[in-house]
C-alpha cells in the first residue's frame, strides 16, 4: 500500500522518501483545454495528456474530473499508468509517481534522484536499475530480495527471469528460485514462455545454437530443435522457425502452427508472409492459408 501521501520513488538513499502533495487543484472542463492528445483513461480515471510539437511538445497526467494531476511539461515522458502510479522520465531519471493525492508537486522532480531505468509496477513488484545494477522493489519504494543481478525483467504471472554471471534462473515475487536455467541464451518470448539456446555439439560446436522453449516453471516443453526463431509477432500470434534448410511457423507456446515445411519464407507483413514450397512462391494468411499477393 501507498502512503497517503503523494509519493516520488527515487533511487541511492532516497528509495521510497515521501514527497508531500500539493492542494487539491479546481476541477478542470478537458473540453477547455489545448490537449493534441488524451488517452483513454485507465481505470482509476487518470490519463496521460500531451500538447505541442517539436521543442514545445510536452506531456502530462489529469485525474477523472479533468484536474491536473501534473501540468504538462516539455522535458517529462509518461511511460506508463498503472492503476493511481505513474512511471515518469524527467531528463535521464524514471520516478514513480503517486497520482491518487492531488496534484503532484513537481517542483521536487529537479531535487529526488531518480533510477536509470526502470519499467511499471506487475504483480506488485517493479524492475529498478542503479549503477548498472538491476534489482526489485516493492509499492513503498523497499528494495527486495537484498540481491542485485547483471540483468533483470519485468514479473509475468508472479515470474521474472534474471542472471547473475553466467547464470540464468526464474524467480518468484518473493525472490525464491523456481529453476535454474542451464541455458547459454534465455530470451523472453510470450506471456507463458521463454526461448532458451544451446550451441551444438562435436566438431562444429558454436557454429550452431539450438533453440526451444520452456514454461513459467523452467519445464522444458519444447525440445532445442530450431536453428533459429525469430521474434514474436502478436499482431498474428506467430514467430518464424526454421529447423536446419526448413522454414515455419509457431504459436505463442512455441508449438509448430504452420508446418516446417518451406524452403523460404518470410515474417508476416500486413497479415500475409511470402513462402516458397517446391520452388514455387506465393503468399500465406497466419493459418497457413495460400492468399493472393
Known amino acids: 500500500m501507498f502512503c497517503a501521501s503523494a509519493l516520488l520513488l527515487g533511487c541511492a538513499n532516497d528509495v521510497g522518501s515521501l ?9 478542470v472542463d478537458t473540453r477547455d483545454m489545448k490537449y493534441t492528445k488524451m488517452d483513454t483513461p485507465n ?10 510539437q517539436g ?14 494531476i501534473i501540468p504538462p511539461r516539455t522535458d517529462m ?14 531528463g535521464r531519471s524514471f520516478l514513480f509517481v503517486d497520482l491518487g493525492q492531488g496534484p503532484a508537486d513537481t517542483a521536487l522532480f ?21 549503477d548498472d545494477r538491476w534489482f ?35 524467480i518468484n515475487t518473493a525472490g525464491e528460485t523456481v529453476a535454474a536455467m542451464p541455458y547459454d541464451q534465455v530470451n523472453p518470448y510470450t506471456e507463458t514462455r521463454w526461448q532458451v539456446t544451446n550451441p551444438g555439439s562435436g566438431p562444429g560446436k558454436g557454429d550452431i545454437y539450438w533453440s526451444g522453449f520452456v514454461d513459467l516453471q523452467g519445464k522444458e516443453v519444447v525440445p532445442l ?7 514474436w509477432q502478436p499482431e498474428v500470434k506467430r514467430s518464424r522457425a526454421v529447423i536446419k534448410e526448413k522454414v515455419g511457423y509457431l504459436d505463442e ?14 515474417i508476416f507483413d500486413k497479415g500475409k508472409a511470402r513462402v516458397m514450397l517446391n520452388g514455387r512462391q506465393f503468399f500465406i494468411d497466419p493459418m497457413g492459408k495460400e492468399v493472393a499477393e
Open 55 to 68: 521543442d514545445d511538445y510536452a506531456e502530462g497526467i489529469i485525474d477523472a474530473k479533468g484536474v491536473e
Open 253 to 266: 507456446l512455441g508449438n509448430v502452427a504452420i508446418p516446417i515445411q518451406y524452403e523460404y519464407a518470410e
Open 19 to 27: 514527497v508531500p502533495a500539493q492542494e487539491q487543484g479546481r476541477s
Open 110 to 130: 529537479a531535487t529526488t534522484k531518480g533510477y536509470e531505468y526502470a519499467e511499471p509496477f506487475r504483480c506488485g513488484r517493479a524492475m529498478v536499475k542503479v
Open 136 to 170: 526489485y522493489i516493492d509499492t513503498a519504494g523497499n528494495a527486495l530480495f537484498n540481491e542485485t543481478f547483471d540483468f533483470a525483467e519485468t514479473f509475468h504471472h508472479d515470474r521474472a527471469m534474471v542472471k547473475e554471471g553466467e547464470r540464468y534462473r526464474i
Open 43 to 52: 481505470v482509476e480515471g487518470f490519463a496521460k495528456v500531451s500538447r505541442g
Open 225 to 231: 530443435i530450431y536453428t533459429e526463431i525469430t521474434m
Open 77 to 90: 515522458l509518461v511511460n506508463d499508468i498503472t492503476g493511481s502510479t505513474a512511471l515518469v522520465q524527467v
